[in-house]
């Protein structure tokens, strides 16, 4: 279970880094192209404005998608904690029993 988990959380941070660059880069390049589109029709500059506006909405983008992450890391480790809490608890309610009867018990039914 323990190999499994282990797994997952691999990819799930591939997943998570490839996450982080579309969702930073997705922002910066669309207010680089609005902006080139602007100056280049109307001659002004708001390529620079825009594109200090792509990073701050592309960190916030990156900062919103790892609160998000953290978030359900931390709820499946809790359901991780729990499982292996209860089955924990069921291992130990097992009564064990000895595999050859009890020499005591023997002698007091044969009264030696």
Same mark, same amino acid.
């Given at each position: 279970m323990i190999g499994l988990h282990f797994r997952k959380s691999?990819?799930?941070?591939?997943?998570?880094? %490839?996450? =982080? +660059?579309?969702?930073?880069?997705?922002?910066?390049?669309?207010?680089v192209f609005i902006g080139y589109q602007?100056? %280049?029709? =109307? +001659?002004?500059i708001w390529i620079i404005p825009l594109l200090i506006l792509g990073v701050l909405?592309?960190?916030?983008?990156?900062?919103?998608?790892?609160?998000r992450m953290m978030e359900e890391e931390r709820r499946e480790n809790e359901k991780i904690r729990r499982e292996e809490l209860s089955h924990r608890a069921?291992?130990?309610?097992?009564?064990?029993?000895?595999k050859q009867p009890s020499r005591i018990n023997r002698r007091?039914?044969?009264g030696g």
């Amino acid at each position: 279970m323990i190999g499994l988990h282990f797994r997952k959380s691999v990819f799930r941070n591939l997943v998570m880094i %490839s996450q =982080l +660059g579309i969702s930073v880069m997705t922002p910066i390049f669309l207010c680089v192209f609005i902006g080139y589109q602007i100056d %280049s029709r =109307l +001659g002004t500059i708001w390529i620079i404005p825009l594109l200090i506006l792509g990073v701050l909405a592309g960190g916030r983008c990156a900062w919103q998608l790892v609160l998000r992450m953290m978030e359900e890391e931390r709820r499946e480790n809790e359901k991780i904690r729990r499982e292996e809490l209860s089955h924990r608890a069921a291992q130990e309610t097992q009564v064990s029993r000895p595999k050859q009867p009890s020499r005591i018990n023997r002698r007091k039914q044969t009264g030696g």
